[in-house]
């Protein structure tokens, strides 16, 4: 069974000690940096034992990282956005595939309108 993309897992290759971090950026597309640096920020500004009960239980519950799942970086990208906003994701995904088929028609009534000059072309070949 293939592992779900829009599952949150723990980042254990990129994190620095048990993954949470690295997991929510990945997660959701913003710079591991700065969710780290919030972590800081809200447990010095008083969610002290808050802030490390949820970091262990979310460590503890969470799974580690599938080898391989995403392709490449555009492919990571790309689910992150869909774990962002599943709708625009959506809709962007049926404005590509309306905007290829516009092209694809417009080939096609190329192609097969009485083209004098291609018909030329493709008779003086024969």
Same mark, same amino acid.
């Given at each position: ?10 980042? %254990?290759?990129?994190?620095? $000690? ?9 997660y959701t597309g913003?710079?591991? +940096? $700065?969710?780290?640096?919030? @972590?800081?920020? +809200?447990?010095?500004?008083?969610? /002290? !034992? $808050?802030?490390? #009960?949820?970091? /262990? @239980?979310?460590?503890?519950?969470? &799974? !580690?990282? !599938?080898?391989? +799942?995403? &392709?490449?970086?555009? &492919? ?9 906003? !599943? ?9 590509? /595939? ?10 096609? @009534? ?10 030329? &072309? #493709?008779?003086? +070949? %024969?």
């Open positions: 069974m293939s592992a779900r993309r829009t599952k949150y897992y723990l980042d %254990k290759s990129n994190g620095k $000690w048990m993954g949470v971090c690295s997991g929510l950026a990945d913003i710079d591991v +940096l $700065w969710i780290r640096v919030g @972590v800081i920020v +809200l447990t010095i500004m008083g969610g /002290f !034992p $808050w802030t490390l #009960i949820a970091y /262990f @239980v979310t460590a503890w519950l969470a &799974e !580690p990282k !599938p080898y391989g +799942l995403y &392709e490449d970086a555009e &492919e990571a990208r790309f689910w992150q956005g869909v774990r962002a906003n !599943p709708s625009r994701t959506a809709r962007d995904v049926r404005s590509r /595939f309306r905007d290829i088929d516009r092209r694809l028609s417009d080939i096609e @009534v190329h192609y097969t309108s009485a083209n004098s000059r291609l018909a030329r &072309e #493709i008779d003086s +070949l %024969k």
